[in-house]
C-alpha cells in the first residue's frame, strides 16, 4: 500500500526564517508556521486538522482551499497559545479573518508556506499587528509592477539600497501589506499602496510614513518601523503598532 505524500510538510512555532532575535520577546507575540504542498491537499485534510471548511471556500479552486487551510492551521495553533483554542477563526464580509475581541491577529501565505502571528490586546491605547510573506518578484515583471507598488523617491531610495531592486520592491511591497494588515481593523476600509512610502531601508528594518490621511488618529507623516526577513525566495515582514 502507498501513503499519500503528506499535505503540511512541516509545522513549527516561530518565524519560518530570519535571525532569532528579529522579534522582541517583550511583545510576547505567538507565532507559528508550517510548509505545505498543494499537490498533496486532500479535502479530507479539513477533518484530519478538525478545520471546518466553509461553503464559500468548499467551491473555491483546489489551490485556494489548500492555502485556505495552511492558514487556518497555523491561526488555531496561535489561538491556542493565547487562550482561544476552540475559537473558530472564520472570516467577514470583507473576507479578512474575525479574531476574538481579545486577540489581535494577522496571517499570511504564499504557495508554499503560511504564517499567523498574533497577541492579546493591550488594556490601553491602541495597537495592531500585521505580517505578510510573498514570493520573490520576478525581474521580468518589475518593469511593469513598481509603479503601482512604490513612487518615483522610493524608486531611488531602492535603487541605492545594498539589495537588488527586485528584493527591495517585493520588500516593498511585503511591508506595506503589513502595515495595511496592522491599520484595517482601526480605519474599515482599504487603502492604496502609495499611501504610505518607503523611508529608509537598514538591513533588518524597512520603515513606512503614511502619505495620507487614514484617520485623526492616522494622520499624514506617521511613521511605522516594519521588521524582516529574507530567504533566497521569500520575503517576510512584520509590524507591530501600540
Known amino acids: 500500500m502507498v501513503l499519500p505524500a503528506p499535505y503540511i510538510l512541516s509545522l513549527a512555532e516561530g518565524l519560518p526564517f530570519g535571525p532569532a532575535d528579529l522579534v522582541d520577546p517583550a511583545l510576547h507575540l505567538s507565532i507559528w508556521h508550517c510548509r505545505f504542498d ?3 491537499y486532500r479535502d479530507a485534510d479539513y ?3 478538525d478545520i471546518p471548511l466553509p461553503p464559500s471556500i468548499a467551491g473555491a479552486a483546489r489551490k485556494r482551499r489548500s492555502e485556505y487551510l495552511a492558514g487556518r492551521i497555523v491561526a488555531a495553533r496561535v489561538l491556542r ?3 482561544a483554542g ?6 467577514g464580509t470583507d473576507r479578512a479573518p474575525c479574531w476574538p475581541e481579545s486577540i489581535q491577529g494577522s496571517l499570511s501565505h504564499d504557495e508554499t508556506l503560511a504564517v499567523c502571528i498574533g497577541r492579546l490586546l493591550p488594556q490601553q491605547g491602541w495597537a495592531g499587528v500585521g505580517i505578510d510573506v510573498e514570493t520573490m518578484i520576478a525581474d521580468a515583471r518589475t518593469p511593469t509592477l513598481w509603479p503601482g507598488i512604490i513612487a518615483a523617491g522610493e524608486r531611488e531610495l531602492l535603487d541605492s539600497a545594498s539589495l537588488p531592486f527586485t528584493v527591495g520592491l517585493t520588500l516593498a511591497f511585503s511591508a506595506k501589506e503589513s502595515l495595511f494588515k496592522a491599520l484595517y481593523p482601526h480605519v474599515k476600509r482599504y487603502f492604496d499602496f502609495l499611501d504610505a512610502r ?3 531601508l537598514t538591513d533588518r528594518r524597512i520603515s513606512l510614513e503614511l502619505t495620507t490621511e487614514l484617520a ?3 494622520p499624514a507623516g506617521m511613521r511605522f518601523d516594519c521588521a524582516y526577513a529574507l530567504s533566497p525566495q521569500e520575503v517576510l515582514t512584520l509590524l507591530t503598532v501600540g
Do not use: N
Not at 476552540?86 to 472570516?91: D, Q, R, T, V
Open 38 to 40: 498543494t499537490l498533496s
Open 47 to 49: 477533518g484530519l486538522h
Open 81 to 83: 497559545g493565547l487562550g
Open 86 to 91: 476552540s475559537f473558530p477563526l472564520l472570516a
Open 198 to 200: 518607503v523611508i529608509q
Open 216 to 218: 485623526p488618529h492616522l
